[in-house]
Structures are given as structure tokens and as C-alpha cells.
């Protein structure tokens, strides 16, 4: 099955500054989310986004699928934006599986 | 307000007992799915159901049941058979197959065998 890789593990900042988030995969991919987990465990949706750009607020997210990479930018940062980051895909070769990555544990101190 | 709802949040088990999670949603989504997350990992899926009275198993459906008697509700039984059962399990639902369809999650339930 497709692999979903994501770099870094854990990543620490000072509030205030940028990061970018990675996500490589091994197939092609029909689709393709970031979701981030909240310290209560909930998925919150960020991105739907199997391919192009996208940006909501402090956040944005490039795919580029014929590279098999996404990434995710955000800015500006908040404590508010501690917690894990996953990148989840649907390969091609699948047409229900959500396959995730083991995710980025962000923590932004103040 | 429309959404995924999960319950029991916490629920704590002894061996030997099964223990069924509850899964509402009201968005009106074909498609249902049912993750299991343990600490530090990503979600494996346990099972999926695209539409009413069908469902097929996931990567790790081994212990676990579900039904899908209605397009709303799509519980998940946690039997005695899995042998490792304490986890955090969520439930998605999309309008479509995850092929094209975007999930949507729960806030999940964390289950405790004692």
C-alpha cells in the first residue's frame, strides 16, 4: 500500500515564528487532507487538498502530485497552534482508504 | 448543528466484555469509517461502510463488529476477541468513498480495559 511520510517528528517554536510542515508519499493520490489534533484528541480539517495551493489565514498548504510531496506553511504562529499534524492520503489504487502518516507533534511556547 | 457525534467519550471495560461505541452523523454523508489511534501513531482504519446494509473490513477489523442499519448511525462493537482493545477510536464520514470525498472526524471515544 501507498507509504505516507512526514518530516519533522517534533518541531518547537517561539510563538510568533514559521514553520513549515512535510508530507511525502509513494503513489499517486486521488486525495489528500491535513488535519490537525487538538490536545483533546478531535481532527479538525485544515486542507483538502490533492493538488495546487490553498490558504486560510495564517495557514496554507502546497501539493505538488506528480512530485508525491505536500507541504504546509503556517505563519505567525500561536500557542493556540500546538498539537500533531497529520497528513492523510487516498491512493490511487484505493477508492476508501485514508492512509495517514504517524504526524508532527508541534509545540509553540509563548 | 450538523456534525459527527461520538459517545460514550470514556468508557472503561473489564476483559472479557464487549462494549459497542456509539456513531451519529447528521450531515447526511453516504460513506462512514471507523479509526482506531494508539499513542504516538497515526489512525489505522477498522472498518468502513459506503452505503445502508453494507460494509467491508479494514486493516485491522480482527475483534471488532458494526452495523449500518441506517445512513445515520454506524456503531462499532469492540469484542472480547480484541486482544488489545485500550485505544482512542474515532469515526469519519464523507458525502463519497474517500477516493474523492473529503472526512470529517468525531471528537472520539477513548476506551480503557481494566
Known amino acids: 500500500g501507498i507509504q505516507v511520510e512526514q518530516s519533522p517528528p517534533d518541531l518547537i517554536l517561539q510563538e510568533g515564528a514559521n514553520s513549515t510542515l512535510r508530507c511525502n508519499f509513494s503513489d499517486s493520490v486521488n486525495n489528500l487532507q491535513w488535519f490537525h489534533q487538538n490536545p483533546w484528541g478531535q481532527l479538525i480539517n485544515l486542507f483538502y487538498?490533492?493538488?495546487g495551493t490553498k490558504q486560510n489565514g495564517r495557514l496554507s498548504a502546497t501539493t505538488v502530485a506528480t512530485e508525491r510531496y505536500s507541504l504546509l506553511y503556517i505563519s505567525s504562529s500561536q500557542t493556540t497552534d500546538s498539537g500533531v499534524y497529520f497528513c492523510a492520503v487516498v491512493g490511487g489504487g484505493s477508492n476508501y482508504k485514508l492512509t495517514f502518516g504517524k504526524g508532527t507533534l508541534l509545540t509553540v511556547n509563548p | 448543528d450538523g456534525g459527527i457525534t461520538q459517545s460514550p467519550k470514556y468508557l472503561f471495560r473489564k476483559e472479557g466484555q464487549n462494549v459497542t461505541l456509539s456513531c451519529e452523523q447528521n450531515?447526511?454523508?453516504?460513506?462512514m469509517y471507523w479509526y482506531r489511534q494508539d499513542p504516538g501513531q497515526g489512525l489505522r482504519l477498522i472498518y468502513y461502510?459506503?452505503?445502508?446494509?453494507?460494509?467491508q473490513k479494514g486493516d485491522i477489523a480482527e475483534g471488532y463488529s458494526v452495523s449500518r442499519e441506517k445512513k445515520e448511525s454506524f456503531p462499532l462493537t469492540v469484542t472480547s476477541a480484541q486482544k488489545n482493545p485500550t485505544a482512542f477510536y474515532l469515526c469519519a464520514s464523507s458525502k463519497r468513498t474517500g477516493q474523492t470525498g473529503e472526512l470529517f472526524f468525531g471528537e472520539g471515544s477513548r476506551l480503557t480495559v481494566l
Open positions: 450531515l447526511n454523508h453516504d460513506a
Open positions: 461502510s459506503q452505503i445502508v446494509n453494507d460494509f
Open positions: 487538498i490533492p493538488s
